[in-house]
């Protein structure tokens, strides 16, 4: 059974410092791995998908590592700012199922 | 692009009622639809998925059910709550395009 941790649980950080926020996984036979953001009391936000071939991907001031062997993940958040507050999560899907594992969230404060 | 209602937003229920949520999406047609629950303190937990019209796979709950009457339209229900049931409820597409998982706004219930 896939397991995925995140560590830390929580983080607090000044504005303009560089977020890194890790997510490890048990079985490295996955199909793509997802990082997601969660406000309070909203769903979901999509914010990076990378597919198991992927080393990377990148969106504005993110940046998602993939090193599947390992079984590692990292998001990389460059310049915090005080709206980057929220829950990170990533979540990992096998190759042969439909089925996200999720692991419980990064939770980050940015300190203005 | 794809939208996802889900209604009620929020919900107080007394236990051994019944209980029926609704989403619906929007932009997008033959998705696969997942119904999460996300408790407090806990992880995303995956209740039910659907490929089709008609067809659910259960992963957990004993008292809850799942339906897709309309290939647009994900029904998760119950006939009697129990306290355990409380907590945020997320329903989300994938597909047929993307792997990206994209969710909606979600369902706080509460049961007393």
């Known amino acids: 059974k896939q397991e995925v941790t995140q560590i830390p649980a929580a983080l607090s950080v000044p504005e303009g410092e560089n977020l890194v926020l890790n997510c490890s996984f048990t079985?490295?036979?996955?199909?793509?791995l997802q990082w997601f953001r969660q406000d309070p009391g909203k769903g979901l936000t999509s914010l990076l998908l990378?597919?198991?071939?992927?080393r990377e991907q990148t969106s504005g001031r993110l940046n998602a590592s993939l090193d599947k062997s390992s079984g590692r993940s990292t998001l990389y958040i460059a310049a915090s700012q005080p709206g980057d507050s929220a829950t990170y999560l990533c979540?990992?899907?096998?190759?042969?199922?439909?089925?996200?594992?999720f692991g419980a969230g990064t939770t980050v404060t940015v300190r203005a | 692009s794809q939208t996802i209602h889900q209604w009620p937003a929020t919900l107080v229920q007394p236990v051994g009622s019944p209980l029926s949520l609704e989403c619906t999406v929007e932009?997008?047609?033959?998705?696969?639809l997942y119904w999460y629950r996300q408790a407090a303190g806990r992880g995303l937990q995956l209740l039910f998925y659907?490929?089709?019209?008609?067809?659910i796979s259960s992963e957990v709950p004993q008292n809850l059910s799942a339906s897709r009457p309309q290939d647009r339209q994900f029904i998760l229900s119950s006939k009697k709550l129990l306290l355990s049931d409380s907590g945020f409820y997320l329903c989300?597409?994938?597909?047929?395009?993307?792997?990206?998982?994209?969710f909606g706004p979600g369902t706080r219930l509460t049961v007393l």
């Open positions: 979540a990992v899907r096998p190759r042969d199922d439909y089925k996200l594992s």
């Open positions: 079985d490295s036979a996955i199909y793509n």
């Open positions: 990378i597919q198991s071939s992927q």
């Open positions: 932009g997008t047609s033959n998705p696969n």
């Open positions: 659907s490929v089709g019209i008609g067809q």
């Open positions: 989300a597409l994938e597909g047929p395009s993307t792997d990206t998982q994209y």
